[in-house]
């Protein structure tokens, strides 16, 4: 029996319509204050209108969260979730079946919501390519416009983007934030495949407050206003034997972001692997790295703009990696395929022989430019990778420079 492979993703995937009665439900970061449930149902969309329409039937076994809680359809493809999360609803794509338009639905209190599916027959074949650090603006959108044009070349079946999506909400004024997120909005819509992005570190808006001068109070602050543009800031999805599952790793304390996988996320975990098969591999894919030896070239300062250390709960942290990785890993067990991630804006790959394998762990190369290096033939180069995905093993991946070497 072929294996599936699990790939864990920082991801979102295309808007989607919906709003909220309140101020904070508008930026999609406050919970509901009411235990209101929201409710739905998951359905094979034979016509492609969208609408499930008489002689169409719901799908059993999908889940679907809110973030917080996950459920499964029932045999006529309903779902109920007490309203809990962050007014977002998400649909995990079941293997075999590819979600019509958005996967996730912004809704209002109480609310029904429904999600289309159309079949999807990969045969197991599935190629799709990783990219990040693209930190869109006027100055850089040419980058991620080359982009475009190799993956039209290549014919992908979807795009990975692991943050750092925007120049920076960090330490900007909300305007400035959100002409970044809106031509980000509209450069992704342009691709011809879906991309799927989680945020980096740069999507946190105004929690520099010192430079953005942002308070807590905003409705936007932190997490929100990726939420409010993207959707949720993680999530999951099968295509051709591999759940995708997307986690958000950019932690903050105060003014300062870290990586770490919060406690919420790891429930939501737990969640999707309790109904996952236990013999299905797993992909991560986030923002900050579990590890990476590369960030040992430039040494630990806790001066200037990104210092690499931080102090958290009395205990002082490389912000720079993930600090709670083995949470996750020990999650996923020696199910792992790969841990893809971004941050360092080099193309990494590392591996350790283990007791049940290997750990496998690689950084993409950032979009936005070659970053900085010690000079000459041995600085780091921009570009993508392309992974193929064949009878559930990912292969080494083909990294593309987006200009000559």
Excluded: C
Excluded at 219 to 229: A, K
Excluded at 351 to 359: A, I, N
């Amino acid at each position: 029996m072929r294996n599936a492979v699990i790939i864990v993703a920082f991801l979102a995937a295309f808007p989607a319509a919906g709003s909220w009665t309140s101020a904070a439900a508008q930026a999609v970061g406050e919970r509901s204050a009411e235990a209101t449930s929201v409710s739905g149902v998951v359905f094979a969309d034979s016509n492609g209108n969208g609408t499930m329409d008489a002689g169409e039937r719901g799908v059993e076994g999908v889940l679907v969260s809110d973030q917080e809680q996950v459920v499964a359809t029932d045999a006529a493809g309903r779902f109920t979730l007490e309203a809990r999360g962050y007014g977002i609803v998400e649909v995990v794509q079941p293997e075999g079946w590819a979600v019509e338009g958005a996967f996730w639905r912004r809704v209002e209190r109480g609310a029904s919501v429904s999600f289309a599916l159309r079949p999807w027959d990969t045969g197991g074949d599935v190629t799709f390519v990783h990219a990040s650090d693209t930190h869109v603006s006027a100055q850089s959108v040419g980058r991620l416009r080359r982009v475009r044009e190799m993956v039209d070349s290549i014919a992908p079946d979807f795009v990975i983007i692991t943050g750092d999506l925007v120049r920076d909400a960090l330490r900007v004024t909300e305007a400035e934030a959100r002409g970044y997120y809106e031509l980000l909005e509209a450069e992704l819509a342009a691709f011809s495949v879906p991309v799927y992005t989680v945020p980096g570190n740069h999507e946190k808006f105004g929690i520099e407050r010192h430079n953005s001068l942002i308070g807590k109070d905003h409705p936007l602050y932190g997490n929100r206003m990726y939420r409010t543009y993207r959707g949720p800031n993680y999530h999951a999805f099968h295509a051709g034997g591999v759940l995708f599952m997307g986690l958000d790793d950019v932690d903050y304390d105060d003014l300062w972001y870290y990586g770490n996988v919060d406690s919420l996320q790891l429930a939501w975990m737990d969640g999707i692997l309790a109904r996952t098969g236990a013999d299905t591999p797993v992909v991560t894919f986030g923002h900050i790295p579990f590890m990476s030896a590369n960030m040992t070239r430039y040494g630990y300062t806790d001066e200037g703009l990104a210092p690499t250390l931080i102090r958290i709960d009395g205990v002082d942290r490389f912000r720079h990696v993930v600090a709670n990785h083995e949470e996750v890993l020990r999650r996923v067990g020696d199910r792992l395929a790969v841990a893809l991630a971004g941050h360092i804006h080099v193309r990494e790959i590392t591996e350790y022989e283990t007791q049940g394998g290997s750990l496998r762990l690689e950084t993409a190369a950032a979009v936005v430019g070659p970053a900085a290096g010690v000079g000459g033939d041995r600085d780091p180069i921009s570009g993508i990778t392309v992974y193929r995905v064949r009878d559930g093993k990912v292969d080494g991946g083909e990294f593309l420079a987006l200009e000559g070497r």
